[in-house]
């Protein structure tokens, strides 16, 4: 079982995965205690702890699964088929990334962000407003959403509207796509207004 974490950068994946570790624990008190158990009612392994997370953006860049530096985006090339290869073998339950609907996923969720709320997001992590304003469009364009229905179908997608939620509770909201207490949903949000 794997659930894709992936939107548009600034959306708030890697925030809400690292909140979404703390609910380990009470998924497996409540007794879905397993990641098959998550998708099916099926039993297969005990627990899910943090390495059950995996952020690809820092395994690309602790193992450089990457085949060129991008020095003008500040960014790196990822190698697809290497990332995959050494996420197939950790075996993660949760891969966040926006790049996390490039490899194969049960279900992918799509954080989605206001495009002004994402640009001032980026802009106070530090990124330069011309590449916040990059990622805004893109947001306002359905980029990532597309890609994700596009490769694994409208049945597999949830979006998640970030904008006015906490950290918190965006977890709780992927919690409830991990445990299958939400349906699919793509196509929900709407951003257009933005670029007119
Ligand atoms: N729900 C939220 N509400 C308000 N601010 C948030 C929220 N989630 C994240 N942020 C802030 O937005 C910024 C971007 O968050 P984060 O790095 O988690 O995004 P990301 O989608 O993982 O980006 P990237 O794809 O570049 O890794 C951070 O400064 C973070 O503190």
Not at 118 to 147: C, F
Not at 174 to 192: K, N, Q, W, Y
Request: proline share 3%; charged share 30%.
């Amino acid at each position: 079982m794997r659930v894709a974490v992936t939107g548009t950068p600034g959306t708030g994946k890697t925030t809400a995965t690292t909140a979404l570790a703390d609910r380990f624990d009470a998924i497996v008190e409540a007794g879905t205690s397993t990641a098959a158990a998550i998708v099916d009612g099926e039993a297969t392994v005990d627990e899910l702890t943090e390495d059950d997370i995996c952020h690809l953006n820092d395994l690309i860049e602790s193992e450089s699964l990457y085949t060129d530096v991008d020095e003008d985006r500040d960014s790196v090339i990822a190698d697809m088929d290497a990332l995959e290869s050494v996420v197939d073998d950790r075996a993660p339950v949760v891969v966040d990334s926006h790049l996390a609907h490039h490899l194969p996923a049960d279900r992918v969720v799509v954080l989605r962000c206001e495009p002004n709320e994402l640009a001032r997001r980026l802009r106070e992590r530090g990124e330069v407003a011309e590449k916040a304003h990059e990622n805004a469009e893109s947001e306002a364009l359905d980029v990532i959403l597309a890609e994700a229905v596009e490769s694994h179908g409208m049945e597999s997608v949830y979006e998640i509207d970030t904008t006015e939620r906490t950290p918190d509770d965006v977890a709780d909201r992927i919690v409830d796509v991990l445990t299958g207490e939400r349906e699919p949903s793509a196509g929900t949000v709407d951003f257009v207004g933005y670029l007119q």
